[in-house]
T-cell receptor, first 112, second 114 residues
Framework: QQQVKQSPQSLIVQKGGISIINCAYE??????FPWYQQFPGKGPALLIA?????SEKKEGRFTISFNKSAKQFSLHIMDSQPGDSATYFC???????????FGGGTRLMVKP | NAGVMQNPRHLVRRRGQEARLRCSPM?????VYWYRQLPEEGLKFMVY????????ESGMPKERFSAEFPKEGPSILRIQQVVRGDSAAYFC????????????FGNGTRLTVT
């Protein structure tokens, strides 16, 4: 059973727009929620991460919003650029280790 | 500072052969993780190792798959008697600590079984 559900599977956004990707989890023991960016032929690269003691974290154009009661978190990409076109994965883990559980991925395309 | 190095980048094997995938973690990292990614899917955890120890192999198939991280040298993921369903991208990640420290991924080995 998939423990982290990610949506949408694909997303097309105009340059300058906001890209929003959502994830929901089931395991209440999760306490670390990273987002990874993956370009074709490359490995995932850590983009930004959040812990449940805060509801929002911002780094440049990337923001994570976290809703502990709803067990949901989302990635917002402001002023989306064609160079942001990639596959994005949310993930979650708990204190037991770094065995990340990944969502299914969102393929983002930013049109010029 | 070199990142996580995986080789080979591409590996083609015929059904029944053995596949051996190598991973050298980042300098100073003693924790290694292997993940498998099927086409159009997310990454699935396979195994977590520290030097000379398997910490968690709950995601690894019980048969044909094995992993090691010796005291010297890279971590090895070995798949014996490969089948077409083993075709996937295999990613290795490393971290300096075992608990909630960022994982750094390599660029993967793409295994094709013909």
């Amino acid at each position: 059973q998939q423990q982290v559900k990610q949506s949408p599977q694909s997303l097309i956004v105009q340059k300058g727009g906001i890209s929003i990707i959502n994830c929901a989890y089931e395991n209440t023991a999760f306490d670390y929620f990273p987002w990874y960016q993956q370009f074709p032929g490359k490995g995932p690269a850590l983009l930004i991460a959040i812990r449940p003691d805060v509801s929002e974290k911002k780094e440049g154009r990337f923001t994570i919003s976290f809703n502990k009661s709803a067990k949901q978190f989302s990635l917002h990409i402001m002023d989306s650029q064609p160079g942001d076109s990639a596959t994005y994965f949310c993930a979650a883990s708990n204190n037991a280790g770094n065995m990340l559980t990944f969502g299914g991925g969102t393929r983002l395309m930013v049109k010029p | 500072n070199a990142g996580v190095m995986q080789n080979p980048r591409h590996l083609v094997r015929r059904r029944g052969q053995e596949a051996r995938l190598r991973c050298s973690p980042m300098k100073g990292h003693s924790h290694v993780y292997w993940y498998r990614q099927l086409p159009e899917e997310g990454l699935k955890f396979m195994v977590y190792l520290q030097k000379e120890n398997i910490i968690d192999e709950s995601g690894m198939p019980k048969e044909r798959f094995s992993a090691e991280f010796p005291k010297e040298g890279p971590s090895i993921l070995r798949i014996q008697q490969v089948v077409r369903g083993d075709s996937a991208a295999y990613f290795c990640a490393s971290s300096p600590l075992g608990t909630n420290s960022p994982l750094h991924f390599g660029n993967g080995t793409r295994l094709t079984v013909t």
